[in-house]
């Protein structure tokens, strides 16, 4: 009997890598799964799923989902599900029960203010199954919250709940660090290093032609 799967995880707990393994290992036992996501999820580029540590592979976004498609795979892999609505929880709810064809979700389950994401939500009510992707915080407890911060390194508790293309942004902690917006007594350091060596990056890829600032003002 087919069922409802609800993985979920903290930032950087390897959620995407793992929906990768999982649609990688039905192909290499001969069973085909289709790898969906939503579409607001535009981070990585289009219609593919992409992992931190590089891992990649093409979908289809959610909309773009039907039965028939549902029906000529052996499991449907959603990931980045906490972008989801109500209704398209039931849908998939519906392939379950209806078609009896697997589905295992992953995603976030709270936001960086400790809300309820409105798809994960409801996964937690509908799921059959749900599972925890563990990852660790920096002083080696659980991760289970994500911390959103800024190019200082401050912690922010308030802002839009989806801001895409900012990965970066974002940390798992644990909840007394979350608590507290501790985000590690070295964490501004390593910040400001990451900050450098982007920047000495992308001086690098503007290569000896690349016009100085002079000439780009025209002025002496």
């Known amino acids: 009997m087919a069922k409802l799967y609800f993985r979920y995880g903290a930032m950087g707990s390897s959620k995407s890598a793992n929906a990768l393994m999982v649609w990688y290992n039905y192909r290499e036992r001969g069973q085909e799964a289709l790898l969906v996501k939503p579409q607001v999820d535009q981070r990585d580029g289009d219609r593919v799923v992409t992992s931190r540590m590089g891992l990649s592979y093409p979908c289809i976004y959610f909309h ?11 499991c ?35 936001d960086f203010k ?11 009510v ?21 911390a959103r911060f800024d190019e200082e390194g401050n912690v922010l508790k308030e802002g839009a709940q989806v801001v895409l293309g900012s990965n970066d942004k974002y ?34 890829e503007g290569g000896p032609d690349a016009p100085d600032a002079g000439r780009m003002g025209g002025g002496a």
Not at 115 to 121: I, N, R, T, V
Not at 131 to 144: D, F, M, Q, S
Not at 182 to 187: A, E, K, Q, R, V
């Open 114 to 124: 400790g809300e309820l994401f409105p798809g994960s939500a409801e996964l937690l």
């Open 76 to 110: 449907i892999i959603v990931d980045e599900a906490q972008f989801l609505t109500r209704e398209e929880v039931r849908y998939l709810v519906h392939l379950v029960d209806d078609l009896d064809v697997p589905v295992i979700c992953y995603g976030l389950r709270a």
């Open 126 to 146: 509908m799921a059959d199954k749900i599972e925890e992707v563990k990852t660790i915080c920096w002083c080696g407890r659980k991760a289970t919250f994500n």
């Open 171 to 204: 940390i798992g902690l644990c909840r007394r660090h979350w608590m507290e917006g501790n985000l590690g007594p070295d964490f501004r350091r390593r910040l400001k290093e990451r900050a450098a060596e982007d920047a000495a990056g992308a001086a690098s």
């Open 64 to 74: 773009e989902l039907t039965d028939g498609a549902a029906k000529k795979h052996a």
